[in-house]
């Protein structure tokens, strides 16, 4: 027989981080429809979308999380949150170390591909990193919101909102126990500052947390570690200004307030489309242009192996430069002294490309279920994609088809549409080159 | 002193190109203010609007050709839809031609560029071919427009409106002299079926018009040739079926219709998206999924080196493949037995990121200056930038403002975002790599 026959089974890293969310998942679901979730019987599609939600972190919800979970509910919420936010496969690692299993060189490759790490050395020490840093900047952040709520809430309730406004931040959940997200809280800078602080942490990806631990000047990081800092750095107060601009004038959003209120929800009404998703100002009464920049702001999301979604801040930035580069006549891309591969060019078009067309397929499908006008529809299917979790208030209206439609939508944007694709897609093992051929475009 | 002096200032193609269009709408405009062109005083804006979208073989307009264009004015919209729509280039060297002037390497490389040929021989021939081709197929369809439509409108009056229907179907222009476009010829097939033949002929490209005529097999044409004669089939049939299924239960569009004066309708209403922009359907009453299923249409459009625009199909078709090919670990795309160039995969990608950030500002801006709706507002954008002309009834109530941007936005989609970035960025001649580092993304 041919060496064929020697083959095992192989479950592939996409597979497995697929599978592991799925599960979640199907878990999730059974858990939040069992009647002590819930203060109110729930359907099994609204229990399916809310776990599909909470792992994805989205924080779409078609209730009102804070009335209709019970402790226990809220407490299954914020498990699916933290797994999905910082990933099965750290958990996964962490696990295997706490048994102190030698990890084998399928766990590596599989802790690879989770977090796009090039080499393998390093990548078990990475994962200590990331659980140390997560569980650090929580407690930090819990102890410091436990501490400015005691006034207004008591000692028990300022904990228990903390522990959850901290964990659904940090992992860029964007979930509330308040019924109005974040609205009441618009003009109060502390906990909106410290919100923000927190998924902007979670949201830049740990690869660049542990760089900026282990470098300490600007020249020492990383092309990747420059282009995530400077370009959240750059887009977030680019975003702060679109919004005061197009927003200051409007009374039913921010207009309103004081300068400095007014500047504080710009602020934070720009940076957290990047996959946060809690919202500051009612988004049914925004402005059209403010909402069509907010999309693509959620389109764009954070940063690659982190809490957030989206492409990518860095898939947008080198195709954006690829572009630039093209028209130049430049053979690749350039930035900070440093060239990028052709491969990661021609990684982040497909990125964008597979992203554009399934969001578009998404709205298309949903204007043929849903009798939801077109713009409040297309925000929610680009908010799903991007696990965003904003929204123009019409969650709550989209039939059960269209429940199950942003749950598939959620789940390919959280595990990411390539990692999907890769599945369905057979490798395909070339010999040869058939001559080329002129195409005219454009 | 250096050999720097010696140099002669030259005018690039896309210069030329973007200058002679310019040009051409500047002396449009001019003619249709001229109180002899309207039969009441238009506005400097409206006049603009006017010329540009008949330059640029949009058919958006502001106000009814058919009633406020005196004969004049409608010969000067044939003349600029007729130089536009086959561009501009092949008059110039028609007009050298007839002045028997020898024509030098540097009109040779303007045309090169305007026909996105490979090779300078046989460029003087295919415009020969061109111009020849353009009139013959347009005499052959006033012939048989005129003769069908004799008995409703007499001699003089059919030969006048197949005179003007022709070349604005040909050149993809969509314009018509009846008040509701197409619509009251919704149910005659043979109109339908003669303009539609007319603006495929015209949209193919005139490098697939060659092929066909000198190469009889399909193996011996070239791949250009056969993705866009295959595409075209396969998208139109798609589009044809997918607007019937969404349309055909909608009594304001073709619900009452017969089956057979449905699927005609569908066929049409699918087909001229991709540049014509006839309708014989009142697109503010079409269901949303369509509208957005068409607006991918006029983001495709139709052939390079055509009387459509679009980002063209073949772009669409490489970045499709291109995708593709990257999820299969491919090196290169491959269709038909022929691998597609790694600098044809990334110009088509340039071409499409470009696009679609242009008419996602566009949009951004136009919901900035106009009180419109979003998705009719979207609508228009989109179909400015594809030089297609149909609309959801709001062009009437744009601003001035909003109208001087839509004739940007129609500029550009004719001449091409390249042609114009090209001008807008130095080319860099590069004399070292800088080294490589890794960007993680997606
Ligand atoms: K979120
Ligand atoms: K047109």
Not at 222 to 240: C, E, Q, W, Y
Not at 303 to 309: C, F, H, L
Request: net charge neutral; proline share 4%; charged share 10%.
């Amino acid at each position: 027989m041919s060496s064929g026959s020697k083959k095992r089974i192989k479950i592939s890293p996409p597979l497995l981080i697929s599978g592991s969310f799925f599960v979640l998942i199907v878990i999730g679901t059974i858990l939040l429809k069992l009647p002590l979730a819930t203060t109110a019987p729930i359907s099994w599609t609204d229990a399916l979308f809310v776990a599909t939600s909470a792992t994805t972190v989205t924080g779409l919800s078609v209730f009102d999380p804070g009335t209709v979970l019970t402790g226990f509910g809220e407490g299954v919420l914020l498990v699916l949150i933290q797994f999905g936010g910082i990933g099965l496969m750290t958990f996964a690692v962490a696990i295997l170390m706490m048994f102190k299993k030698k990890i084998g060189i399928q766990n590596r490759l599989y802790l690879q591909e989770a977090f796009s790490q090039n080499t393998f050395g390093g990548i078990i020490r990475l994962v200590k990193y990331i659980l140390l840093f997560v569980f650090s900047v929580e407690a930090i952040g819990i102890v410091l919101l436990t501490a400015y709520w005691i006034p207004d809430y008591g000692v028990k309730e300022s904990l228990h909102l903390s522990i959850f406004h901290v964990i659904s931040a940090f992992n860029n959940a964007g979930f509330s126990l308040f019924p109005d997200n974040l609205m009441s809280h618009q003009t109060d800078p502390l906990v909106l500052f410290l919100l923000s602080a927190l998924f902007i942490i979670g949201g830049i990806g740990f690869t660049v947390v542990v760089d900026l631990f282990q470098k300490k000047t600007f020249r020492q990081w990383s092309l990747h570690t420059k282009l995530m800092v400077i370009g959240t750095l750059v887009l977030n107060l680019f975003a702060t200004i679109i919004v005061f601009f197009l927003e200051h004038d409007n009374p039913e959003t921010i207009g309103g307030m004081s300068l400095f209120e007014q500047l504080f929800a710009s602020y934070f009404t720009g940076v957290t489309p990047r996959t946060a998703g809690f919202n500051v100002v009612d988004y049914s009464v925004m402005e059209d242009p403010t909402l069509l920049f907010t999309m693509i702001l959620m389109f764009i999301g954070g940063g690659s192996a982190s809490t957030a979604s989206g492409i990518k801040l860095t898939t947008f930035i080198v195709v954006v430069l690829a572009t630039v580069s093209f028209l130049r006549s430049e053979r690749e891309p350039e930035i900070f002294g440093r060239s990028i591969r052709l491969e990661i060019t021609l990684r982040s078009l497909a990125i964008t490309t597979i992203s554009v067309l399934t969001v578009w397929l998404f709205i298309f499908l949903l204007t043929i279920s849903e009798t939801i006008p077109f713009l409040p529809l297309a925000f929610e299917v680009v908010s799903a994609f991007g696990t965003v979790g904003l929204s123009m208030g019409v969650t709550g209206q989209l039939s059960d088809l269209g429940e199950v439609m942003l749950c598939i939508l959620m789940f390919i944007g959280r595990v990411g549409p390539l990692t999907l694709f890769f599945l369905l897609l057979k490798k395909k093992k070339q010999h040869f080159r058939y001559p080329y051929d002129q195409v005219f475009t454009g």
